[in-house]
């Protein structure tokens, strides 16, 4: 007797996998016709799937519509998080993590989405994740509370204090570039204290302290970064071999700084650090491991000036092809430090080129090498093969 077949998926759940358009799927739901919180066989919601599938709109949608952001139905209780985790849609994490999904969550394994997202090399979710902070913990500090007479952050900073708090590249360069862009910021910038981001709050005050120092004119200007005093001296190097140093001592000064000394972080910070000289493991990647996690290898080319992290659209120094940039004005701040090391560079580069053209032809040789030896094998078979034959057709003549 055989087993019956399983029950189509609900009709919702079918359009989801098919990747039919937001709008098909939303009239479905507002006609009724289909509960948003729905299971196929293996007890995924359209959710589960949108979320596999890394469609953020989907998945915004279906939010809106009551779907359970923390719905463990699956058979080995992935959440909607889990999937988003594990297809790299930061979009669609965001979303989730927005609409109070549990980042602690667990499936049958013992892993949380963040855990899954690390095993597959998505860290630009770890991170995150890692770095998420709901909007209320910041816009409650935008009212009075018991005795205060004045909020401690105006309300109309509070969308750009949480932006700066939730991005996670920590250089200061690119602090910097995104306060410089923001009037509300700069405006407020002494009011701006953030707990769980000391070292935030430490490059907030360097930069305040710049603005003092400025006239109004010079803050005025739109052509250049007004921090480009302070960029530049972070981004100037050693002469010997183009080791920040200025950056270097300034992020150990920050996390000197830290008042809670007895906090994990701090102490795994300390002996990370400890013993760790300037042209080591910079101070920088040490700090970033710790608050956005430890990455078993470096998939995307950071920019040089600014620390900023893409897949693509880099733009490399036409000479030496040795360092890259975001945009224009990164490339603008930097090249004072560059030119100095430009030269040296093109000479390093060509050697990693000649050296890559070396193991490439070795390879190719190799492969050579291989395919004749395999030829001849081939050849000294057959004629072996051909010696036998000859071999049984003469045993087989008969002589008369």
């Known amino acids: 007797m055989t087993d019956s077949a399983p029950a189509p998926p609900p009709e919702l759940i079918q359009l989801v996998t098919l990747g039919e358009d937001v709008t098909s799927i939303r009239n479905l739901l507002l006609k009724g016709e289909a509960k948003v ?13 949108a979320a596999y599938k890394g469609n953020a709109d989907l998945c915004k949608m279906l939010i809106d519509h009551g779907g359970d952001v923390n719905s463990d ?48 090399g998505n860290h630009a979710v770890v991170a995150l994740i890692n770095n998420y902070v709901p909007m209320c913990d910041v816009t409650q500090y935008t ?15 509070a969308k ?3 932006d700066l708090i939730m991005q996670v590249n920590l250089h200061p360069v690119r602090i ?30 360097t930069l305040e302290k710049e603005l003092k120092k400025m006239d109004l004119e010079t803050q005025k200007k739109t052509d250049t970064c007004i921090f480009e005093s302070i960029i530049r001296k972070w981004l100037r190097s050693r002469s010997s071999d183009g080791v920040e140093e200025h950056l270097e001592y300034y ?20 002996r990370n650090m ?36 893409m897949s693509k659209d880099l733009k490399k120094c036409s000479k030496c092809k040795m360092v890259q940039y975001c ?3 990164c490339q603008k701040l930097h090249w004072p430090i560059h030119k100095k090391f430009c030269d040296k560079l093109c000479v390093e580069y060509q050697k990693q080129e000649k050296k890559l053209q070396e193991e490439r032809r070795k390879e190719e040789e190799e492969k050579e090498s291989k395919k004749a030896s395999a030829t001849a094998d081939i050849e000294e078979k057959k004629d072996e093969d051909h010696d036998k034959d000859l071999a049984s057709q003469a045993k087989s003549i008969n002589v008369s």
């Open 251 to 270: 992020i150990r000064d920050a996390i000197k700084a830290f008042p809670w000394v007895e906090m994990p972080l701090f102490i795994q910070l300390v």
């Open 160 to 162: 750009a204090v949480y």
């Open 274 to 309: 400890s013993g760790n000289h300037l042209g080591d493991t910079s101070s920088l990647c040490i700090l970033s491991g710790c608050i956005n996690g430890q990455r078993a290898f470096q998939d995307d080319k950071a920019c040089s000036t600014c620390g900023h992290e």
């Open 327 to 329: 945009d224009k004005c």
């Open 73 to 120: 139905s699956h058979d080995h209780r992935y959440s909607p998080l889990h999937f988003a985790a594990l297809s790299g849609n930061v979009e669609a994490v965001q979303h989730l993590l927005t609409a109070g999904a549990r980042t602690y969550h667990t499936n049958t394994l013992g892993r949380t989405a963040t855990q899954m997202a690390a095993f597959v």
């Open 37 to 49: 919180n729905d299971t196929d066989s293996s007890g995924m919601t359209a959710l589960h799937h």
């Open 176 to 205: 910097a570039l995104i306060v410089g862009a923001s009037d509300i910021l700069q405006v407020n910038i002494n009011k701006v204290i953030c707990m769980k981001f000391h070292y935030l709050a430490y490059v907030l005050k």
């Open 143 to 157: 009212q009075p509370s018991g005795l205060e007479k004045e909020a401690k952050l105006p309300s109309s900073a």
